[in-house]
C-alpha cells in the first residue's frame, strides 16, 4: 500500500504543480494588467509556467525521440497560437470577450490542422514561426497603448476560481497528451488553454481595449515558449531528458526578461 500510494504521489505531483502554475500565471497576469499595464502582463502569459511542467509530466513517460517530436509539433502548435493571439486582436475591437475568443479558437483550429500536415522537423517548425510571429506583430502593432488600465470590478475569489479552472483542463490536458503519440501530444501541449483563460478574463474585468494590448504584448512574450520548445528539441537527444528540461526552462526566462526590462525602461523614460 505504501509503495502504492509513492507511486500515486509521483504521478500526481506534476499534474498538481500544473493546476497551481496556470491557476497563478491566470490571476498573475490580470493582476499584472491591474496594477502594472497590460505590456507587462502580456509578456507575463508568455511565460512557459504552464508548458514546463507539462514536458516534465511527459518526461516520466516517454522516451527521447518522443521528447523531441511532441517539442517540435508543439513548436508548430504555437504557430496556431500566433493566429489565434492575432485574431483576438481584431475580433475583440468590436465584439464581446466570449464571441473574441470563439472566433480566435476557430481559427487555432484551422491553422493547427494545416500545421499538423507539415513534417514533424525543427528545420521547418521554428522558421514557419518566425516568419508568422513577425507578420502578426506587424500586423497588430496598430492595437498597442501604454495607458493605465481600469481597475476590474470582480472580487479576487471570482479570479481565484477562474484560475483553479483553467488549472484543471490545463492539467486533464497534460494526462491525454502522455497517453497519445507524439504529435497529438504536442498539439494538446500547444493548445492556448492559457491564453483562452487570460484573453477572457481582462477582457471581462478591464474591457476590450485592454485585452488587446494585453495580447498584443504576449505576442512578444511568446517567444519563451518557442525558445523553450526549441532547447528542448536540440537538446533532448543528446542529453539526459531532464537536463534538456532544466536547460529549456533556464534558456526560456531569457527574452521575458529582456523584453521586461525594455518596457519598464521605457515607462521610465515616458516618466511612468
Keep these: 500500500m505504501e509503495t502504492l500510494l509513492a507511486d500515486l504521489s509521483v504521478q500526481l505531483l506534476p499534474i498538481a504543480a500544473r493546476v497551481v502554475a496556470t491557476a497563478i500565471v491566470v490571476m498573475g497576469v490580470s493582476l499584472l494588467v491591474q496594477h502594472a499595464?497590460?505590456?507587462?502582463?502580456?509578456?507575463?502569459?508568455?511565460?512557459?509556467?504552464?508548458?514546463?511542467?507539462?514536458?516534465?509530466?511527459?518526461?516520466?513517460?516517454?522516451?527521447?525521440?518522443?521528447?523531441?517530436?511532441?517539442?517540435?509539433?508543439?513548436?508548430?502548435?504555437?504557430?496556431?497560437?500566433?493566429?489565434?493571439?492575432?485574431?483576438?486582436?481584431?475580433?475583440?475591437?468590436?465584439?464581446?470577450?466570449?464571441?473574441?475568443?470563439?472566433?480566435?479558437?476557430?481559427?487555432?483550429?484551422?491553422?493547427?490542422?494545416?500545421?499538423?500536415?507539415?513534417?514533424?522537423?525543427?528545420?521547418?517548425?521554428?522558421?514557419?514561426?518566425?516568419?508568422?510571429?513577425?507578420?502578426?506583430?506587424?500586423?497588430?502593432?496598430?492595437?498597442?497603448?501604454?495607458?493605465?488600465?481600469?481597475?476590474?470590478?470582480?472580487?479576487?475569489?471570482?479570479?481565484?476560481?477562474?484560475?483553479?479552472?483553467?488549472?484543471?483542463?490545463?492539467?486533464?490536458v497534460s494526462v491525454v497528451a502522455a497517453l497519445a503519440g507524439p504529435v497529438w501530444a504536442g498539439l494538446l501541449m500547444g493548445f492556448p488553454i492559457g491564453m483562452i483563460t487570460i484573453s477572457l478574463t481582462v477582457h471581462q474585468r478591464y474591457g476590450g481595449e485592454t485585452a488587446r494590448q494585453t495580447m498584443l504584448a504576449a505576442l512578444g512574450g511568446m517567444s519563451s515558449l518557442a525558445v523553450f520548445t526549441t532547447v528542448m528539441a536540440l537538446a533532448v537527444t543528446s542529453t539526459p531528458p531532464m537536463t534538456a528540461w532544466i536547460l529549456s526552462l533556464a534558456a526560456s526566462l531569457l527574452p521575458p526578461m529582456g523584453l521586461a526590462a525594455r518596457q519598464i525602461r521605457r515607462g521610465r523614460s515616458n516618466g511612468v
Excluded: N, Q
Design 37 to 172: 499595464g497590460p505590456a507587462l502582463g502580456g509578456i507575463a502569459a508568455g511565460l512557459p509556467i504552464v508548458m514546463g511542467p507539462g514536458f516534465f509530466f511527459l518526461i516520466g513517460h516517454h522516451p527521447p525521440d518522443f521528447l523531441h517530436d511532441a517539442a517540435v509539433a508543439t513548436l508548430m502548435a504555437l504557430v496556431a497560437t500566433l493566429i489565434f493571439v492575432a485574431c483576438f486582436i481584431v475580433v475583440a475591437k468590436r465584439a464581446g470577450p466570449f464571441a473574441s475568443v470563439g472566433a480566435a479558437i476557430l481559427a487555432w483550429c484551422v491553422v493547427a490542422a494545416v500545421t499538423a500536415a507539415l513534417p514533424v522537423e525543427l528545420v521547418v517548425a521554428l522558421p514557419l514561426y518566425v516568419v508568422v510571429a513577425i507578420l502578426a506583430l506587424r500586423f497588430c502593432r496598430h492595437a498597442a497603448g501604454d495607458g493605465p488600465a481600469p481597475r476590474g470590478a470582480r472580487r479576487i475569489a471570482d479570479l481565484v476560481l477562474r484560475g483553479i479552472l483553467a488549472g484543471t483542463l490545463v492539467a486533464s
